[in-house]
Structure formats: structure tokens, C-alpha cells
């Protein structure tokens, strides 16, 4: 560059000096955002739990069971085993699907299978009953297996057995206490006062 283009040239002043925040300050930054997304995320988490238990009263899950389940005894009275079939797979899936919150209904079989048996929401016996119950019935439905008399009997009753087992505690003992509380607790003793 020769003098004549110096003179020529834009000439800036030098910049201000830029601030630059403290490192412990960024630290301080990155723990406090840290800290208000787990404060989040466990507020979020409870409200979901608290949503979920709120969601299906398990009365009207045991009920709907119980309806559907009668529904296919008159298919299975009427010899519509195929449909029999469909309907106890389905009331059992959807009941499963409502009681337990684990996806049922929409999954294939072996999927469902596959996620039950990392679930600790059932107990190991009845695992294995859904397991031979549900293969059972897709014998049926996809394989046109036809089952004897006793068989379809069995898978109503395995269904039912089922449903009956797996009601919750406070459903069964609720009620079951409740009479018992209205029941007078036996005769008065002799010279007691009349209540």
C-alpha cells in the first residue's frame, strides 16, 4: 500500500473494550436453569400422575368388563364363535387398557406380551393367564382354529376369572366393609340398654 491510499482509507477508532462475564457467573446461570427445569419437569410429572389416577374410575372399568364379558356369553349361546372370540380378546384388552393404564387395545399380541411382562402392575399368575388366553383367542380369530365346547367355555371362564381377580381392593373391601359396618355387631348383652 503506498501513502496515497492510507490517506484515502477509512481509519476507525478502536472498539471499547467488550465485558465479559465472570466463568463462576455462567456457572451460577446454567445451575439455576438446571434447577428450574427439574422443578418443571417434577411439577409436570405430578400433575400427569395426578391426572392419570383421576382419569378412569376402575368401578366403571370392572363394570364395563363385566358387561362386555356377558355380551359374548350370548355370542358364544348364540354360536357366533368368531365374534365370541373378538369380544372377550377385546373387553379383556380394554379393561387391562382402563384398570392398569397399559396399552391394550390398539397393540398386537405379541407387543402387548412384550410390555406386560416388564410391568409390575400384574402379578405373575396373571401374566400367564392373559398370555395363554389372549394366544388362544388369536388362534381363533386369525389362524381359524375352532375350538371344542369345553375349550370356549374355559376361555369365558379364564376371562372372567381373570376380571374377578384383579379388581382392586378398595372396590371389593369398600363394599364388603361398608356392609359390614351397617350389620348390627349380635345380640345386646343381657341388662344392656336397647340402642
Not at 476507525?12 to 436453569?33: E, G, Q, S, Y
Not at 375349550?151 to 356392609?179: C, K, M, W, Y
Not at 348390627?184 to 340398654?193: E, L, Q, T
Request: hydrophobic share 45%; proline share 6%.
Amino acid at each position: 500500500m503506498n501513502t496515497n491510499d492510507l490517506q484515502n482509507a477509512d481509519i476507525h477508532d478502536i472498539k471499547a473494550d467488550v465485558f465479559i462475564l465472570p466463568p463462576w457467573v455462567w456457572v451460577a446461570l446454567a445451575l439455576a436453569v438446571a434447577v428450574a427445569a427439574l422443578v418443571a419437569w417434577l411439577v409436570l410429572r405430578k400433575r400427569r400422575q395426578e391426572v392419570k389416577e383421576v382419569f378412569v374410575p376402575r368401578q366403571n372399568a370392572v363394570e364395563e368388563a363385566r358387561e362386555r364379558l356377558e355380551a359374548a356369553r350370548r355370542l358364544m349361546l348364540a354360536g357366533e364363535i368368531e365374534a365370541f372370540y373378538v369380544a372377550v380378546s377385546d373387553a379383556i384388552r380394554q379393561y387391562i387398557e382402563r384398570q392398569f393404564r397399559l396399552r391394550a387395545a390398539e397393540q398386537t399380541t405379541e407387543e402387548f406380551l412384550q410390555d406386560m411382562t416388564r410391568s409390575q402392575r400384574l402379578r405373575p399368575t396373571h401374566k400367564e393367564l392373559l398370555a395363554d388366553f389372549l394366544t388362544q383367542c388369536d388362534l381363533v380369530k386369525f389362524a381359524r382354529f375352532r375350538p371344542g365346547p369345553k375349550e370356549i367355555e374355559a376361555v369365558l371362564a379364564s376371562a372372567t376369572r381373570f376380571v374377578d381377580e384383579t379388581v382392586p381392593q378398595e372396590i371389593t373391601g369398600g363394599a364388603e366393609s361398608n356392609a359390614a359396618s351397617a350389620e348390627p355387631a349380635g345380640p345386646a348383652p343381657a341388662g344392656a340398654p336397647p340402642s
